[in-house]
């Protein structure tokens, strides 16, 4: 969808774009994160180890995507006719590298969407995340709550901080205070907090949802979401709770479906990293040249792939090998 609706937005608002565009990617991502995250430290012998693991799988490909990231565009002159300083763009790199990648500094505004790389926002709510879970875990250890009573606590918190930051958006979007609450993880959290219990209680769920025909769920998905958007409601980064369960239930399912075709498919290829960290430095360097079109949308993506084939396995796959322990051959 960044890829059309930049590129071709003609295409975007095709019937296939449409269908696509019913199923939010932020908050799949960070429901799956928590799912996956949660078992990554129950996995682990330590908060150290827990850590480390986190760091090797975000900060290499990371580095290196916002290295060649700046790097593609110096390339096209952009800087130097923004006059540009070394020090303004080593700032730039140690932002995205870090903590803040939601930082953009206003000479980036004339390329290509306005943002180096406009997915990272969630990379910085992703670590708060990380940060998050030993908290959680420690704390539900001290209070003596049932896990399921404290995520409920914590749930509740959170859709009301995310309804707010919602609602104060029309009045308040231009301000600092409201960008750095979008960028804090307390709109977020509770979508982070439902893969967690997914997680949890892994083993008393999956076996009601394999019961449940994968096609009859998606089509009323599908259903529920193309009724909801044409009533007026939200299925962007702030999707309503309700339409959130329903999506994470069929996400949840899906997963476990088609397993020997995505097998087949992948062959082994972890893609969704790259795909994240790469589609939209080149869409943007195909806005910035005006190479548009639905032939550009097709180009980006593919080279995306490659690039994503690229970057699993001659930098991601090799160093999650330094792992200690890994969750991959569990069911996460």
Known sequence: MHSTELLDPRFADSHLCRLVNLWPGVPVFFFISGLLISKSYESAQNVRQ???NRILRIYPALLICVLINLVMVGFTGYFSRQSVSWTALMVL???????????????????????LNGSLW???????????????????KRTRLRFGIASAIVISASVVANILLYWLRSGYSDTLL?????????PWVYMFVVG????????????????????????????????????????????????????????LRAAYSFEGFTRMLLRGYDLSYGLYLWHMPLVNQFLYQQVLGGASVILSLSISVLIAMLSWRLLEKPILGLKRYSIRASHA
Do not use: H
């Open 93 to 115: 790199a140690a932002a995205k590298t870090t903590v803040v990648q939601f930082y953009n500094p206003d000479y980036m505004r004339g390329f290509g969407d306005g943002v």
């Open 196 to 251: 967690m219990m997914g997680q949890r209680y892994f083993s008393r769920i999956m076996p009601v949802l394999m019961r449940i025909n994968i096609w009859a769920l998606i089509t009323t998905y599908f259903a529920v979401a193309y009724l909801a958007r044409a009533g007026g409601v939200s299925l962007d980064n702030s999707v309503p709770p309700y339409m959130f369960a329903v999506l994470c239930v069929t996400v």
């Open 50 to 52: 827990y850590a480390v």
């Open 122 to 140: 969630t990379i910085t709510v992703e670590l708060q995340f990380y940060a998050f879970v030993p908290i959680f875990y420690e704390c539900v």
């Open 178 to 186: 409201w960008k750095l609450a979008r960028v804090s993880c307390a």
